[in-house]
Structures are given as C-alpha cells and as structure tokens.
C-alpha cells in the first residue's frame, strides 16, 4: 500500500483504527505518519456509510482502499458493495467507474466464535463485477495487492488473518512486481494428485503434502490465489497430469468457488478423472466457540491426508 | 436507613462478584484456559447491577460482546459462565458461544452480540413483542458509545421512537471504542442529542454510583413499562482494561487510568457503605462469599466435561414441531 500510494495521490484509506492506532492488526502501521490524516483516515463504526463514501468517492475520481477490521463486519456494507459497488459500471453503460479495493482479515482466527470467524469468498465470488483474490504468501499479497490498486473495478482482497505472522521474501519496490488477478500458481510440483487451495488451508495442504510425500503420495498443490475470475487452465493442466484431485477451503461445503472449481473439472477433464473429487472444507456449522470443536470444524492436515488418501485408493 | 444499608450491600454484593468473576476470567486467559476475545467490564459494574435492579425477571436485557457483567448481574450463575469461557459443555451456551456469545433468556439475558449495532434492533423487536401482547415488560439494550454511529442502532432507535415501543437504550460511553476517543467519531459531544431525532425521552449521567444509576435507570424503565415510550440514556463510564485482553491501551495516560480509579464504583460504594454506618467486617464477610463462589466457579469449569459435538451439529437448526395454540388462547 506504502509504495502505491507514493505513486498515486488519489489513492486514500479509510477504516477504523487504520490510523492513530496503526491498525488493528497493524498492517497500515507508520501510514498515517507518512500521508497524513486526510489520506489515511479514521473512521466511526459505520460500514456501510465508509464503503459507499470510498464508492462514492471512486465512481468521482479516487482510487480508496477500505479496509475492513475483519470480513465478518463487511456485512452491515453488504448492499454497498452488491448493490453499488459491483454493478454501477454496467449500470451506466460503463460510464462510470468503480476503482476500488476492499480489503481485511479474512476467516477463523482462533476462537474467537460464530460472529466472528467467516470465510466469506463464498459470498462475494457469488456477484458479477467484483474481483476476488485470496493470497496464501507474502509476495503474492503484495503482487496482487498492487493489481488490485491498479484495477479500474472493485477487488474484494482477502488476507489471511491467521496468516499475518507469516514471513517472506517480498520483491523489491524497484521490481515493481504484479501478480495479475486471475492467475493461480503452481506451489508445489507433483505427479500423484492434485490440491487446490486458497488462503490459510494453502499451509494445512503443504503440510498434508509433506507428510503424504513420506507415504510415497506426491501431490501437486495449485494455490488460486483469486477466486474471481478462476484460472480454470492451470487447475486443468495439473489435473490431467495427476488424474486425481481434491479441493480443500475453508468456507462452508454449500456452494461457492470450492464447488465452482469441482463444476470446472468434471466438465473439462472428465476423461481425466480416476477418482470422484473430493472437498475438505469448513464444516456446514456455525463456528464453535470451545477448541476442541473448533480444531475440528477446521479444515485439518489429517482431513487433507486421509481424502488423498482416498482419491488415490489408498485405504 | 437499615433497608438502605441491606439494598446498598446487596448492590456491592453483586458488583464484587462481578468485579471477581472477571478477574479470575483474565487470569484464565493468561493461562490459555480461555481463548478468543476477552472483553472486560471492569469499571462499569456499576451499571449493569444498577439496571438489573430496576428490571423484573421476564424483561428482556441484550448486551454487546462487553456481555458477563451484564448476564451475571440478571442472575447467571457464576459457575456456568465461567463454564462458558472455558468453552465447557454446562456452560451458559454449552461452549458454542464463549465470552462474547452468553445466552440465559431463563434470567431474561438475551445475549451477547458480537457485531456492532445489530441487537440494538433485536431488542427492539423483544419490545414490540410485548407491546403486541401487552405483557407490561420492558427490554433493555446496552451499547458502546461506538456503536451510535452505526446503520443498526440509528434504524433500531428510529423504529423504537416511532411505535413508542417499551424500550431502554442504555449508551455505557466507557469514552473508547477500542483505540478511539469518541471524540473522534462524533459530530456532537452530548449522544441523547440525537433522541430528539427519534422522538424519545433522554437522560445522561455519571455511572459510577450504583446508587443513581438505579433510580435513574428506574426512572426510563416506568415510563416505558407505562407506555410512555422509550429513553435513550448516556451513562458517562470508563473501562479500566485495555478493550480487550490483547489491547494494551497505549492510546491513553496510565495517569489518566488512574485518574479514573478513584471513581471505582465498588470504591464508591465502599464509602457510601462505610457512611450508613456498615463496618469493614460486614464487608470482608460479604467478599469472603463471593471469594468462594468464584473459586468453586473456576474449579466447576476447571472439572467440566468438554464441549460436545453432537450438541454443536444438532443445534444449527431448531426442530420444526410448532403447533398453533387453540383457539382463543394466547
Ligand atoms: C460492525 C462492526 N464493526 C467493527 C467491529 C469491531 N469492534 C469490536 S468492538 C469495537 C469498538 C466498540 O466500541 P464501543 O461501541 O464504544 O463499545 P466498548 O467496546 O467500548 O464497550 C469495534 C470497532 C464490530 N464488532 N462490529
């Protein structure tokens, strides 16, 4: 964000605690020394009167990045961001333009219960004119951070909440690196089955898949890194090669881009298929406060293992 | 007099316990025996003891996720929320709900709501209920100061001044919402200003004596329970904790905290006890109770079985056995 918006002064951020509090999970820390207060702004409790002023604000001229405390207060904002953000371009016959980025913490932190702990892609992959990305790594979410800054349509950017600690190599400001929305990566190689993932389980299935690799089971691992539009190609091409698949998300099994991608597959390698393929997803339940439900409500390494385990006949 | 140092005891009482629970409950959480978000009351149990006492058992109370002061004081036991933080089956919401999710509609608690301004309509639906059937009961919504900024408590106020519903909006303005002065999210200083906007009574004060909140908390919950309409009050409070166990509060002066502590409404209390004539040894035995009941809470949710599965799957959809009353009946 720090080196867009030295570039670019119609880049604005708003959201609470983004300022004087360095963020609530201090990711716009040193911001509001560096632009100031008009650029970086506070704001009341009000969702959906900040989405519609950044809304309101883009189709005019500026480029706002609104960051949510978490997703799960997205909500109160929902019509703004369906009923205006995603459709005015069309609306007007592309006449006007909505640039902007919403963008938080996204799903289950720990325990911290029902209201509190959606995976909302499900949701928002659902509406026609909004851009979804979902970056697992550090350099991802500053390449597709970058794109979705730069996007002349809304961009719905979910960062991980349990992933903030997780440390890497970000490219350089001079390399200017874009990771263009709509485009997966292929993280790990593998000959044996296929997972696709997304977001915080990208690191349950790594783990899955080291462990499946001392069982003589080599998975490739295609991390989405957006949801909306899906890179349909690189989860074919992978497919193909291993003939067996399974997608694990966190969001709730019913709908959403965890089966959108199952729709994709059996469509357009069918031929390809050895196995049916199979989901590891959140649980079809509001999420449980007490750990020992919540643990399992999770997608976890052993679900992972255990559907590998299956699609291959390995049981 | 003597039924003035009683009622005054039995406030502090209820205040101490509260006070305890919760520190008890921070200590849990330094241990990892409690996860997730702990928001503490300490500071305000002035208010949700002085409210209690106006309200009869069927009314309906909700309350943000800041919820244990508030439950406790309608009569939860100790022992199930304390069974709750640590996400135990017998606590208040079986483990499913933790300390921002306690639910005891049995003790008129209609629970804890973790996004902002939503249950602020909610409560007054529960008041429209009981204009509808002419229950004469009232329901009582607790909110931050942050929250009155927010679509759900402006669009649950409008309804609530329209229909004249039985209603109390009590604004506990603990002067942060989380790392923010109020005076940074609001155009206006004073919040009952905007009561005149939905047509309703107001009232603002200090909360830190039991003793006034209760009288004037009374005052709104007999003319809602008279069909006068609903109030909107603004309780001038503070919290002495961060906004959460994972706040350290450096947005304000450790001397601005302490500052605030000598308006400690169990301090205050004290005092007004110590002036109606009550000796430090009919305190201590009072706090020696609550000492125990908060060590027997901890042990009973220390011992508890885990929180069950089953309970969490059955409990996503409720049965579907409804059968309409016979005729003429209620
Ligand atoms: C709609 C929504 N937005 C943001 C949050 C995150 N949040 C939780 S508490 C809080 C501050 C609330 O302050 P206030 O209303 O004054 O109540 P207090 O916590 O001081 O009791 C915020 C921003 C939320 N829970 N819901």
Redo the contacts with the bound molecule.
């Keep these: 964000m720090l080196e867009e918006m030295r570039l670019d002064e119609n880049i604005v951020l708003m959201g609470?605690?983004v300022g004087y509090y360095q963020g609530?999970y201090k990711v716009t820390q040193g911001l509001l020394e560096e632009f100031g207060s008009d650029r970086v702004v506070d704001t009341p409790?009000a969702?959906a009167g900040f989405a519609g002023i950044g809304i309101g604000a883009a189709m005019v001229g500026l480029r706002p990045i609104i960051e949510?405390?978490?997703w799960?207060?997205s909500?109160?904002a929902f019509d703004q961001i369906v009923q205006n953000a995603a459709k005015l371009y069309q609306m007007s016959a592309g006449q006007l333009q909505v640039p902007i980025v919403f963008r938080g913490p996204n799903g289950a932190a720990k325990q911290v219960s029902s209201?509190?702990s959606h995976a909302v892609e499900a949701f928002y992959t659902h509406v026609p004119g909004l851009w979804v990305c979902a970056p697992a790594t550090p350099r991802d979410a500053k390449g597709l951070l970058k794109a979705a800054i730069r996007d002349n349509n809304p961009v719905i950017f979910l960062e991980g909440e349990t992933l903030y600690g997780i440390k890497g190599e970000v490219p350089e400001v001079e390399e200017d690196e874009i990771i263009p929305i709509g485009k997966a990566a292929v993280a790990r190689e593998g000959t044996d089955a296929t997972i696709v993932t997304w977001g915080s389980p990208y690191y349950t299935s790594l783990a899955a898949a080291e462990r499946l690799a001392g069982a003589g089971i080599e998975c490739e691992i295609i991390d989405m890194r957006s949801l909306r539009p899906l890179d349909m190609e690189t989860v074919l091409q992978s497919v193909r090669k291993t003939n067996r698949c399974v997608v694990v998300h966190e969001h709730w099994p019913y709908a959403g881009p965890g089966a959108e991608i199952v729709d994709g597959i059996q469509r357009d390698a069918m031929d390809h298929l050895d196995a049916p393929i199979l989901r590891v997803t959140g649980q079809d339940v509001p999420m449980p406060y007490a750990t020992n439900l919540e643990e399992n409500v999770l997608p976890t390494e052993a679900r992972v293992e255990e559907a590998v385990k299956q699609v291959c006949y390995r049981q | 007099m003597a039924a003035q140092k009683d009622t005054l005891l039995a406030r502090y009482k209820d205040m101490f316990r509260i006070r305890r629970f919760e520190e008890e409950a921070a200590r849990g959480y330094a241990k990892g025996k409690i996860g997730g978000f702990l928001?503490l009351y300490i500071g305000?149990e002035s208010i949700a003891v002085g409210a209690s006492a106006t309200l009869k058992p069927d009314d309906y109370v909700f309350q943000?996720?800041?919820d244990h002061g508030t439950a406790i004081a309608r009569g939860t036991s100790t022992r199930a929320a304390m069974a709750e933080l640590y996400g135990k089956d017998p606590g208040i919401s079986r483990g499913l709900g933790g300390s921002m999710h306690f639910f005891d509609p049995a003790n008129g608690f209609y629970g804890g709501y973790?996004?902002?301004?939503?249950h602020v309509a909610l409560a007054a639906g529960a008041a429209f209920k009981s204009k509808y059937k002419k229950e004469g009961t009232v329901s009582m919504c607790f909110?931050?100061?942050?929250?009155?900024n927010?679509g759900?408590f402006h669009e649950g106020a409008s309804l609530a001044g329209l229909w004249k519903l039985p209603m109390v909006l009590v604004c506990?303005?603990?002067?942060?919402?989380?790392g923010?002065p109020?005076s940074r999210t609001s155009p206006v200083e004073d919040i009952t200003k905007k009561a005149a906007g939905y047509g309703m009574a107001s009232d603002r004060f200090d909360g830190h004596d039991v003793q006034e909140v209760e009288a004037r908390i009374g005052a709104a919950v007999e003319l809602a329970r008279s069909g006068g309409g609903p109030t909107l009050i603004e309780i001038l409070t503070y919290?002495f904790r961060g906004?959460?166990m994972s706040d350290p509060g450096k947005y304000r002066t450790s001397q601005e905290v302490e500052e605030r502590k000598k308006r400690d409404p169990l301090k205050v209390t004290k005092t007004q006890l110590e002036s109606l004539g009550c000796s430090e040894d009919e305190i201590l035995a009072l706090e020696n109770q609550v000492e125990e009941e908060i060590a027997d809470a901890v042990q009973f949710a220390e011992e508890a079985p885990p929180a069950r599965h089953d309970v969490m799957e059955r409990s996503v959809y409720a049965p579907s056995n409804y059968v309409y009353p016979p005729v003429g009946q209620p």
Excluded at chain 2, 114 to 118: D, L, N, T, V
């Design positions: 609470e605690e609530a409790i969702e949510f405390m978490t799960n207060f909500f109160v209201q509190h | 928001h305000q943000t996720y800041r973790g996004i902002i301004g939503g909110f931050g100061e942050g929250a009155t927010i759900g506990e303005n603990n002067t942060y919402a989380m923010t109020f919290r906004h959460s």
